[in-house]
């Protein structure tokens, strides 16, 4: 799951590197000789390459600070996974990217996924409304913080999907029954969303 040309930490893949074209063909005798603007001085790259630089590094920053934290699910019943359960199908349909995130455990057994990616060259909003799950959509109203929200459970796992600025939060719990699960998750947007990059 994850980043269109994305972010976290290096966010997946957004790296230029240009190409010098008279490198390839020899010029013919007599030809006229164009002007070239003259190469940027050391140590300092052309202003275009520190601007994406610099969205790169805020998105990621973003990203980071939307993942939910020990102290963020005090009062849910969870600790840390052992190991990361296996992504739905749902989770697997979002957009590329570089996704951060944790995984947890309730004592009845049920786990939860939290997948958060950014987007350098689109908004969140826009990748949610490509992004299609199957199984039953959730009634969801919109939790404060996010500008979008989409939601839906299949079998005995739910998974819910918020989006602000550049960054995609998403929650997803596996559970016993759909019943559940759909309550758990439920109960998790509106924490995840008060998580999401002011906008």
């Given at each position: 799951m994850?980043?269109?040309?994305?972010?976290?930490?290096?966010?997946?893949g957004c790296a230029d590197r240009p190409n010098n074209l008279e490198t390839y063909?020899?010029?013919?005798?007599?030809?006229?000789?164009?002007?070239?603007?003259?190469?940027?001085?050391?140590?300092?790259?052309?202003?275009?390459?520190?601007?994406?630089?610099?969205?790169?590094?805020?998105?990621?920053?973003?990203?980071?600070?939307a993942v939910l934290t020990k102290s963020d699910l005090a009062g849910e019943g969870v600790r840390p996974a052992t190991e990361r359960p296996e992504s739905s199908a749902c989770f697997n349909g979002v957009p590329a990217g570089d996704?951060?995130?944790?995984?947890?455990t309730y004592s009845s057994g049920s786990s939860l996924i939290q997948q958060v990616t950014?987007?350098?060259?689109?908004?969140a909003t826009g990748v949610l409304d490509r992004v299609r799950c199957d199984g039953?959509?959730?009634?969801?109203?919109?939790?404060?913080?996010?500008?979008?929200?989409?939601?839906w459970c299949s079998g005995g796992t739910c998974t819910v999907l918020l989006a602000a600025g550049h960054v995609l939060s998403?929650?997803?719990v596996s559970a016993t029954t759909s019943t559940r699960a759909e309550d758990a998750?439920?109960?998790?947007?509106?924490?995840?969303?008060?998580?999401?990059?002011a906008t």
């Amino acid at each position: 799951m994850v980043l269109s040309t994305v972010l976290l930490a290096g966010l997946a893949g957004c790296a230029d590197r240009p190409n010098n074209l008279e490198t390839y063909y020899d010029r013919p005798a007599g030809a006229a000789t164009t002007s070239t603007p003259p190469p940027a001085a050391p140590g300092k790259p052309d202003a275009a390459a520190a601007a994406a630089s610099s969205a790169q590094r805020e998105i990621a920053d973003e990203v980071t600070a939307a993942v939910l934290t020990k102290s963020d699910l005090a009062g849910e019943g969870v600790r840390p996974a052992t190991e990361r359960p296996e992504s739905s199908a749902c989770f697997n349909g979002v957009p590329a990217g570089d996704p951060r995130g944790a995984s947890w455990t309730y004592s009845s057994g049920s786990s939860l996924i939290q997948q958060v990616t950014g987007y350098l060259d689109e908004t969140a909003t826009g990748v949610l409304d490509r992004v299609r799950c199957d199984g039953r959509a959730l009634d969801l109203p919109l939790p404060s913080g996010a500008e979008s929200v989409r939601g839906w459970c299949s079998g005995g796992t739910c998974t819910v999907l918020l989006a602000a600025g550049h960054v995609l939060s998403g929650l997803e719990v596996s559970a016993t029954t759909s019943t559940r699960a759909e309550d758990a998750v439920k109960s998790l947007a509106p924490l995840a969303a008060r998580k999401l990059p002011a906008t």
